[in-house]
Protein backbone atom coordinates (compact mmCIF):
# COMPACT_ATOMS: atom_id res chain seq x y z
CA UNK A 1 0.00 0.00 0.00
CA UNK A 2 1.66 3.25 -0.79
CA UNK A 3 0.54 6.39 0.88
CA UNK A 4 1.88 10.24 0.56
CA UNK A 5 4.40 11.40 2.98
CA UNK A 6 2.01 14.58 3.00
CA UNK A 7 -1.87 15.89 2.21
CA UNK A 8 -2.43 19.50 1.80
CA UNK A 9 -5.63 20.02 3.59
CA UNK A 10 -8.48 22.65 1.67
CA UNK A 11 -10.34 24.04 4.63
CA UNK A 12 -13.80 25.09 3.16
CA UNK A 13 -15.81 25.64 6.46
CA UNK A 14 -15.71 29.21 6.07
CA UNK A 15 -17.81 28.74 3.03
CA UNK A 16 -19.23 25.11 2.43
CA UNK A 17 -19.67 25.02 6.51
CA UNK A 18 -21.12 28.63 7.15
CA UNK A 19 -23.30 28.68 3.67
CA UNK A 20 -26.12 26.26 5.11
CA UNK A 21 -26.43 27.11 8.49
CA UNK A 22 -29.47 28.37 9.60
CA UNK A 23 -27.82 30.93 12.02
CA UNK A 24 -25.90 33.74 10.07
CA UNK A 25 -22.42 34.13 10.85
CA UNK A 26 -21.06 38.12 11.58
CA UNK A 27 -18.52 39.48 9.03
CA UNK A 28 -16.29 39.83 12.14
CA UNK A 29 -16.77 36.21 13.52
CA UNK A 30 -16.43 34.50 9.71
CA UNK A 31 -12.76 36.75 9.80
CA UNK A 32 -12.17 35.40 13.84
CA UNK A 33 -13.07 32.13 11.93
CA UNK A 34 -10.39 32.13 8.92
CA UNK A 35 -7.98 33.61 10.89
CA UNK A 36 -8.00 31.59 13.93
CA UNK A 37 -8.16 28.39 11.23
CA UNK A 38 -5.04 29.41 9.41
CA UNK A 39 -3.25 29.71 13.30
CA UNK A 40 -3.85 26.24 13.26
CA UNK A 41 -1.41 26.05 10.35
CA UNK A 42 -4.14 25.77 7.52
CA UNK A 43 -2.61 26.70 4.67
CA UNK A 44 -5.58 27.03 2.22
CA UNK A 45 -9.15 28.37 3.53
CA UNK A 46 -11.96 29.22 1.25
CA UNK A 47 -12.88 32.40 2.50
CA UNK A 48 -16.34 33.35 0.97
CA UNK A 49 -18.51 32.89 -2.42
CA UNK A 50 -19.16 36.01 -4.75
CA UNK A 51 -22.86 34.00 -5.16
CA UNK A 52 -26.31 35.48 -5.36
CA UNK A 53 -27.35 36.35 -2.17
CA UNK A 54 -30.87 35.77 -3.06
CA UNK A 55 -29.65 31.93 -3.45
CA UNK A 56 -26.90 31.51 -0.36
CA UNK A 57 -27.67 34.94 1.66
CA UNK A 58 -24.79 33.23 3.94
CA UNK A 59 -22.55 33.83 1.95
CA UNK A 60 -23.51 38.02 1.40
CA UNK A 61 -20.79 40.12 2.44
CA UNK A 62 -17.80 37.99 1.23
CA UNK A 63 -16.00 41.10 0.10
CA UNK A 64 -16.00 42.34 3.73
CA UNK A 65 -14.67 39.20 5.14
CA UNK A 66 -11.50 39.31 2.37
CA UNK A 67 -11.18 43.07 3.24
CA UNK A 68 -11.00 42.02 6.55
CA UNK A 69 -8.51 39.19 6.82
CA UNK A 70 -5.01 39.80 7.29
CA UNK A 71 -3.48 38.18 4.42
CA UNK A 72 -0.54 35.76 5.28
CA UNK A 73 2.74 34.63 2.70
CA UNK A 74 1.97 31.20 1.92
CA UNK A 75 -1.95 31.17 2.57
CA UNK A 76 -4.44 30.66 -0.28
CA UNK A 77 -8.24 31.83 0.64
CA UNK A 78 -9.77 31.30 -2.49
CA UNK A 79 -13.82 32.03 -3.31
CA UNK A 80 -16.49 30.36 -5.40
CA UNK A 81 -17.72 32.39 -8.39
CA UNK A 82 -20.60 31.12 -10.85
CA UNK A 83 -20.43 33.56 -13.74
CA UNK A 84 -18.56 36.73 -14.61
CA UNK A 85 -20.58 39.01 -12.37
CA UNK A 86 -19.06 36.91 -9.46
CA UNK A 87 -15.64 37.28 -10.70
CA UNK A 88 -15.81 41.11 -11.04
CA UNK A 89 -16.82 41.35 -7.38
CA UNK A 90 -14.17 38.89 -6.35
CA UNK A 91 -11.62 40.66 -8.22
CA UNK A 92 -12.55 43.95 -6.90
CA UNK A 93 -12.22 42.28 -3.06
CA UNK A 94 -8.71 41.12 -4.46
CA UNK A 95 -9.48 37.91 -4.16
CA UNK A 96 -6.31 35.70 -5.82
CA UNK A 97 -8.11 32.31 -6.01
CA UNK A 98 -10.54 31.47 -7.59
CA UNK A 99 -13.42 28.28 -8.19
CA UNK A 100 -15.35 27.46 -10.44
CA UNK A 101 -18.32 24.76 -9.71
CA UNK A 102 -19.90 22.46 -12.27
CA UNK A 103 -21.12 19.26 -11.45
CA UNK A 104 -21.93 15.71 -12.91
CA UNK A 105 -26.01 15.76 -12.52
CA UNK A 106 -27.83 17.36 -15.05
CA UNK A 107 -30.79 18.20 -11.70
CA UNK A 108 -28.33 19.45 -9.59
CA UNK A 109 -26.78 22.08 -11.55
CA UNK A 110 -30.48 23.09 -12.51
CA UNK A 111 -31.09 23.52 -8.84
CA UNK A 112 -27.65 24.76 -7.91
CA UNK A 113 -26.99 27.41 -10.14
CA UNK A 114 -29.97 27.33 -12.47
CA UNK A 115 -28.87 25.92 -15.87
CA UNK A 116 -27.47 22.77 -17.29
CA UNK A 117 -23.97 21.33 -17.63
CA UNK A 118 -23.66 22.27 -20.84
CA UNK A 119 -24.90 25.83 -20.44
CA UNK A 120 -22.68 26.27 -17.10
CA UNK A 121 -19.39 25.32 -18.64
CA UNK A 122 -19.74 28.00 -21.46
CA UNK A 123 -20.55 30.21 -18.64
CA UNK A 124 -17.19 29.37 -16.53
CA UNK A 125 -15.02 29.75 -20.03
CA UNK A 126 -14.81 33.53 -20.33
CA UNK A 127 -14.56 33.33 -16.50
CA UNK A 128 -11.95 31.00 -16.61
CA UNK A 129 -9.94 32.43 -19.06
CA UNK A 130 -10.18 36.18 -17.64
CA UNK A 131 -9.09 34.56 -14.28
CA UNK A 132 -6.01 32.95 -16.05
CA UNK A 133 -4.97 36.13 -17.85
CA UNK A 134 -5.12 37.88 -14.06
CA UNK A 135 -2.75 35.44 -13.40
CA UNK A 136 -5.48 34.19 -10.39
CA UNK A 137 -5.17 30.48 -9.55
CA UNK A 138 -8.40 28.61 -10.98
CA UNK A 139 -9.69 25.40 -8.98
CA UNK A 140 -12.69 23.55 -10.30
CA UNK A 141 -15.26 21.96 -8.35
CA UNK A 142 -17.78 19.24 -9.76
CA UNK A 143 -20.79 18.17 -7.36
CA UNK A 144 -22.12 14.73 -7.52
CA UNK A 145 -19.46 12.45 -7.89
CA UNK A 146 -20.43 9.79 -6.34
CA UNK A 147 -24.73 10.03 -5.92
CA UNK A 148 -26.92 12.68 -6.62
CA UNK A 149 -29.84 14.14 -4.48
CA UNK A 150 -32.20 13.77 -7.59
CA UNK A 151 -31.18 11.46 -9.66
CA UNK A 152 -29.15 8.99 -7.38
CA UNK A 153 -25.87 7.26 -9.39
CA UNK A 154 -23.75 9.03 -11.23
CA UNK A 155 -22.17 7.16 -13.88
CA UNK A 156 -17.66 8.00 -13.25
CA UNK A 157 -17.61 8.82 -17.10
CA UNK A 158 -20.03 11.34 -16.53
CA UNK A 159 -17.63 12.93 -13.57
CA UNK A 160 -14.75 12.23 -15.95
CA UNK A 161 -16.61 14.54 -18.59
CA UNK A 162 -17.41 17.57 -16.67
CA UNK A 163 -13.98 16.82 -14.56
CA UNK A 164 -11.50 17.29 -18.14
CA UNK A 165 -13.94 20.28 -19.16
CA UNK A 166 -13.04 22.46 -16.38
CA UNK A 167 -8.84 21.15 -16.77
CA UNK A 168 -9.32 21.84 -20.43
CA UNK A 169 -10.14 25.31 -19.25
CA UNK A 170 -7.19 25.50 -16.86
CA UNK A 171 -7.95 24.74 -13.68
CA UNK A 172 -4.86 23.65 -11.43
CA UNK A 173 -6.73 21.50 -9.44
CA UNK A 174 -10.46 19.71 -9.91
CA UNK A 175 -12.04 18.83 -6.76
CA UNK A 176 -14.24 16.07 -6.66
CA UNK A 177 -17.61 16.38 -4.33
CA UNK A 178 -19.86 13.96 -2.80
CA UNK A 179 -21.97 16.03 -2.24
CA UNK A 180 -24.37 13.79 -0.27
CA UNK A 181 -22.30 11.44 1.45
CA UNK A 182 -23.25 8.16 -0.30
CA UNK A 183 -19.97 6.95 -1.88
CA UNK A 184 -18.09 4.27 -0.62
CA UNK A 185 -14.46 3.43 -0.62
CA UNK A 186 -14.66 1.35 -3.73
CA UNK A 187 -17.17 2.99 -5.65
CA UNK A 188 -14.34 5.84 -5.13
CA UNK A 189 -11.84 4.19 -6.23
CA UNK A 190 -13.49 3.29 -9.74
CA UNK A 191 -14.79 7.40 -10.29
CA UNK A 192 -10.90 8.73 -9.21
CA UNK A 193 -9.95 6.38 -11.79
CA UNK A 194 -11.81 7.06 -14.64
CA UNK A 195 -11.14 10.57 -13.92
CA UNK A 196 -7.88 10.35 -13.62
CA UNK A 197 -7.50 9.15 -17.24
CA UNK A 198 -8.12 12.38 -18.03
CA UNK A 199 -6.33 14.53 -15.22
CA UNK A 200 -3.09 13.68 -13.73
CA UNK A 201 -3.66 12.31 -10.44
CA UNK A 202 -1.59 15.01 -8.97
CA UNK A 203 -4.58 17.80 -10.09
CA UNK A 204 -7.01 16.15 -8.21
CA UNK A 205 -8.45 16.60 -5.04
CA UNK A 206 -11.18 14.93 -2.69
CA UNK A 207 -14.27 16.93 -1.14
CA UNK A 208 -15.85 14.07 1.14
CA UNK A 209 -19.29 15.08 3.10
CA UNK A 210 -19.94 12.61 5.98
CA UNK A 211 -23.60 11.97 5.59
CA UNK A 212 -23.16 8.31 5.77
CA UNK A 213 -19.90 8.14 8.05
CA UNK A 214 -18.03 6.96 5.04
CA UNK A 215 -15.84 10.01 4.43
CA UNK A 216 -12.62 8.73 6.05
CA UNK A 217 -13.21 5.54 4.78
CA UNK A 218 -13.11 7.18 1.11
CA UNK A 219 -10.19 9.61 1.77
CA UNK A 220 -8.14 6.68 2.51
CA UNK A 221 -9.28 4.62 -0.81
CA UNK A 222 -8.42 8.35 -1.89
CA UNK A 223 -5.03 8.40 -0.95
CA UNK A 224 -3.94 4.66 -1.91
CA UNK A 225 -4.71 5.95 -5.41
CA UNK A 226 -2.00 8.96 -4.96
CA UNK A 227 -4.42 11.71 -4.21
CA UNK A 228 -2.49 14.33 -2.02
CA UNK A 229 -5.55 17.20 -1.33
CA UNK A 230 -8.09 16.90 0.73
CA UNK A 231 -11.46 19.31 0.94
CA UNK A 232 -12.37 19.17 5.07
CA UNK A 233 -14.23 21.33 7.36
CA UNK A 234 -13.74 22.40 10.58
CA UNK A 235 -16.04 20.40 13.31
CA UNK A 236 -17.36 19.45 9.98
CA UNK A 237 -19.76 22.16 9.10
CA UNK A 238 -21.30 21.90 6.20
CA UNK A 239 -23.72 21.03 3.50
CA UNK A 240 -25.17 21.78 0.62
CA UNK A 241 -28.21 24.46 0.37
CA UNK A 242 -29.72 22.33 -2.82
CA UNK A 243 -28.64 18.86 -1.95
CA UNK A 244 -31.25 18.21 0.56
CA UNK A 245 -30.66 16.10 3.38
CA UNK A 246 -26.97 16.76 2.60
CA UNK A 247 -24.73 16.98 5.91
CA UNK A 248 -21.57 18.23 6.65
CA UNK A 249 -18.36 18.20 5.25
CA UNK A 250 -15.98 15.15 6.83
CA UNK A 251 -14.68 17.10 9.92
CA UNK A 252 -10.78 18.64 9.40
CA UNK A 253 -10.26 17.50 12.72
CA UNK A 254 -11.18 14.14 11.83
CA UNK A 255 -9.07 14.37 9.11
CA UNK A 256 -6.19 15.63 10.48
CA UNK A 257 -5.98 12.68 13.65
CA UNK A 258 -6.49 10.05 10.94
CA UNK A 259 -3.42 11.25 9.25
CA UNK A 260 -1.34 11.99 12.65
CA UNK A 261 -2.24 8.48 13.36
CA UNK A 262 -0.56 7.30 9.80
CA UNK A 263 2.76 9.46 10.33
CA UNK A 264 1.56 11.67 7.01
CA UNK A 265 1.96 15.53 7.52
CA UNK A 266 -0.57 18.38 7.55
CA UNK A 267 1.59 21.33 8.99
CA UNK A 268 -1.83 21.76 11.19
CA UNK A 269 -1.98 21.62 15.32
CA UNK A 270 -4.69 19.37 16.02
CA UNK A 271 -5.46 21.21 19.61
CA UNK A 272 -5.81 24.67 18.42
CA UNK A 273 -7.66 23.45 15.25
CA UNK A 274 -10.24 22.17 17.77
CA UNK A 275 -10.63 25.39 19.17
CA UNK A 276 -11.91 26.76 16.51
CA UNK A 277 -14.17 24.37 16.32
CA UNK A 278 -15.29 24.62 19.44
CA UNK A 279 -15.90 28.62 19.02
CA UNK A 280 -17.68 28.44 15.58
CA UNK A 281 -19.88 25.83 16.81
CA UNK A 282 -20.56 28.17 20.25
CA UNK A 283 -21.70 30.87 17.82
CA UNK A 284 -23.81 28.04 15.98
CA UNK A 285 -25.42 26.76 19.20
CA UNK A 286 -24.24 23.14 17.27
CA UNK A 287 -22.67 20.28 19.02
CA UNK A 288 -19.84 19.23 16.98
CA UNK A 289 -20.16 16.43 14.03
CA UNK A 290 -16.75 15.14 14.85
CA UNK A 291 -16.01 12.11 16.91
CA UNK A 292 -12.28 14.02 17.59
CA UNK A 293 -13.05 17.12 18.64
CA UNK A 294 -16.23 15.45 20.96
CA UNK A 295 -13.35 13.22 22.27
CA UNK A 296 -10.80 16.08 22.88
CA UNK A 297 -13.47 18.56 24.38
CA UNK A 298 -14.25 15.79 26.65
CA UNK A 299 -10.67 15.96 27.72
CA UNK A 300 -10.13 20.00 27.44
C1 LIG B 1 -25.59 31.18 -10.52
C2 LIG B 1 -26.75 32.04 -10.08
C3 LIG B 1 -26.31 33.47 -9.84
C4 LIG B 1 -27.78 32.01 -11.19
O1 LIG B 1 -28.98 32.57 -10.74
P1 LIG B 1 -30.01 33.20 -11.74
O2 LIG B 1 -31.19 33.63 -10.93
O3 LIG B 1 -30.24 32.27 -12.88
O4 LIG B 1 -29.14 34.46 -12.24
P2 LIG B 1 -29.39 35.63 -13.21
O5 LIG B 1 -28.14 35.80 -14.01
O6 LIG B 1 -30.71 35.49 -13.93
O7 LIG B 1 -29.50 36.86 -12.19
C5 LIG B 1 -30.57 36.96 -11.26
C6 LIG B 1 -30.17 37.91 -10.14
O8 LIG B 1 -29.02 37.40 -9.46
C7 LIG B 1 -27.97 38.38 -9.48
N1 LIG B 1 -26.68 37.69 -9.63
C8 LIG B 1 -26.29 36.90 -10.63
N2 LIG B 1 -25.05 36.49 -10.41
C9 LIG B 1 -24.64 37.03 -9.24
C10 LIG B 1 -23.44 36.97 -8.51
N3 LIG B 1 -22.40 36.25 -8.90
N4 LIG B 1 -23.36 37.66 -7.34
C11 LIG B 1 -24.41 38.40 -6.90
N5 LIG B 1 -25.59 38.49 -7.58
C12 LIG B 1 -25.69 37.81 -8.73
C13 LIG B 1 -28.29 39.25 -10.69
O9 LIG B 1 -27.70 40.52 -10.54
C14 LIG B 1 -29.79 39.30 -10.64
O10 LIG B 1 -30.16 40.21 -9.61
P3 LIG B 1 -31.57 41.02 -9.67
O11 LIG B 1 -31.50 41.80 -10.97
O12 LIG B 1 -32.65 39.97 -9.65
O13 LIG B 1 -31.51 41.85 -8.41
C15 LIG B 1 -27.42 31.47 -8.79
O14 LIG B 1 -28.00 30.25 -9.10
C16 LIG B 1 -26.44 31.29 -7.66
O15 LIG B 1 -25.92 32.26 -7.14
N6 LIG B 1 -26.19 30.03 -7.26
C17 LIG B 1 -25.19 29.74 -6.24
C18 LIG B 1 -25.53 28.49 -5.54
C19 LIG B 1 -24.46 28.16 -4.53
O16 LIG B 1 -23.69 29.01 -4.11
N7 LIG B 1 -24.44 26.88 -4.10
C20 LIG B 1 -23.49 26.43 -3.14
C21 LIG B 1 -22.10 26.32 -3.68
S1 LIG B 1 -21.81 24.81 -4.59
C22 LIG B 1 -21.52 23.64 -3.36
O17 LIG B 1 -21.71 23.90 -2.21
C23 LIG B 1 -20.94 22.31 -3.75
C24 LIG B 1 -19.44 22.21 -3.46
C25 LIG B 1 -18.64 23.22 -4.29
O18 LIG B 1 -19.15 22.49 -2.10
C26 LIG B 1 -18.92 20.80 -3.80
C27 LIG B 1 -19.83 19.68 -3.29
O19 LIG B 1 -19.85 19.38 -2.09
O20 LIG B 1 -20.53 19.14 -4.14
Same mark, same amino acid.
Given at each position: ????????????????? +???????????????????????????????????????????????? +???????????????????????????????????????????????????????????????????????????????????????????????????????????????????????????????????????????????????????????????????????????????????????????????????????????? +??????????? +????????????????????
Amino acid at each position: MSLPSSVRIVEVGPRDG +LQNEPIAVSVAARIALIEGLVDAGLKAVEAGSFVSPKWVPQMADTAAV +LAGIKRREGVRYPVLVPNLQGLEAAEAAGAKDISIFAAASESFSKKNINCSIAESLDRFRPVAERALAEERRLRGYVSCVLGCPYEGEIAPEAVARVSRALYDMGCAEISLGDTIGTGTPLKAKRMIEAVARHVPMRQLAVHFHDTYGQALANILASLELGIGVVDSSVAGLGGCPYAKGASGNVATEDVVYMLNGMGIATGID +LDRLAKVGRTV +LQQLNRAPASKVAQALAAKA
